[in-house]
T-cell receptor, first 109, second 113 residues
Framework: QKEVEQDPGPLSVPEGAIVSLNCTYS??????FMWYRQYSRKGPELLMY????GNKEDGRFTAQVDKSSKYISLFIRDSQPSDSATYLC?????????FGAGTRLTVKP | ETGVTQSPTHLIKTRGQQVTLRCSSQ?????VSWYQQALGQGPQFIFQ???????GRGNFPPRFSGLQFPNYSSELNVNALELDDSALYLC????????????FGSGTRLTVV
C-alpha cells in the first residue's frame, strides 16, 4: 500500500464548478499536509498547507484534513480554466515529502 | 535572485553513461532536496542536503549521489544510467528544512536511450 493514495483522474469540469480533490494516507503519525499545483513542464507550486486536522481557506481554495479517517481534501470554488493543472497532495515524514500520484484537472470554458 | 533554477532543462543520455544535474537554490535557502518524477506519477524523494551534509535519503541506490556547495547550489549525479532513470528531476529548496516552505525548480527532463 502506498503511503499517500490519490485518484489520478483525469477530472474534467465546466468553468464555475466546485472541484473536490481527495487523498488518503496510511500513517497516522503524519502531521503536515500540503497541496501542490503543477502546470505542464513546470515544477510543483505550493498551494495550501495544513497542520493536523481542520480546515484552511485561501480565496477560492479550501484544504481539509480529517485525521480520524486519514483523508485529505482540496476544494476549488468557482473553478477557472487557469486552474487546469495536476494537483498533488503531500505529507512530510522526516524531511521526506511523500506525494500522491497527482490528479489531472481540466476546467473547460 | 529569487526562485530555484535548474540546468539543463532537457537531456538525452545513453544507458550506462553518467549524468550531472545542477540546481541553484532560492536566495537564503540552506536546504535542498532532489526528487524524481516519472511520467504520470508524483515526485519521489531521492535525498536532502542541509549545510552541505546529506540529511536524509529515500529508497534510491548509491549510484544516485549529490553535493551541496557553500553557496547552496547543488548537484545530482547519476552513474550507470538505466532506462528506468528516464524522468523529470526536481530540485526543491527551503530554509532549515521548513516542513512547508519548499520552492521547486522547473526540473530537468532526462531521457535515457
Amino acid at each position: 500500500q502506498k503511503e499517500v493514495e490519490q485518484d489520478p483522474g483525469p477530472l474534467s469540469v465546466p468553468e464555475g464548478a466546485i472541484v473536490s480533490l481527495n487523498c488518503t494516507y496510511s500513517n497516522s503519525a503524519f502531521q503536515y499536509f500540503m497541496w501542490y499545483r503543477q502546470y505542464s513542464r513546470k515544477g510543483p507550486e505550493l498551494l495550501m498547507y495544513t497542520y493536523s486536522s481542520g480546515n484552511k481557506e485561501d480565496g477560492r481554495f479550501t484544504a481539509q484534513v480529517d485525521k480520524s479517517s486519514k483523508y485529505i481534501s482540496l476544494f476549488i470554488r468557482d473553478s477557472q480554466p487557469s486552474d487546469s493543472a495536476t494537483y498533488l497532495c503531500a505529507t512530510i515524514d522526516n524531511n521526506d515529502m511523500r506525494f500522491g500520484a497527482g490528479t489531472r484537472l481540466t476546467v473547460k470554458p | 535572485e529569487t526562485g530555484v533554477t535548474q540546468s539543463p532543462t532537457h537531456l538525452i543520455k545513453t544507458r550506462g553513461q553518467q549524468v550531472t544535474l545542477r540546481c541553484s537554490s532560492q536566495s537564503g535557502h540552506n536546504t535542498v532536496s532532489w526528487y524524481q518524477q516519472a511520467l504520470g506519477q508524483g515526485p519521489q524523494f531521492i535525498f536532502q542536503y542541509y549545510r552541505e551534509e546529506e540529511n536524509g535519503r529515500g529508497n534510491f541506490p548509491p549510484r544516485f549521489s549529490g553535493l551541496q556547495f557553500p553557496n547552496y547550489s547543488s548537484e545530482l549525479n547519476v552513474n550507470a544510467l538505466e532506462l528506468d532513470d528516464s524522468a523529470l528531476y526536481l530540485c526543491a529548496s527551503s530554509w532549515d528544512g521548513s516542513n512547508y516552505g519548499y520552492t521547486f525548480g522547473s526540473g530537468t527532463r532526462l531521457t535515457v536511450v
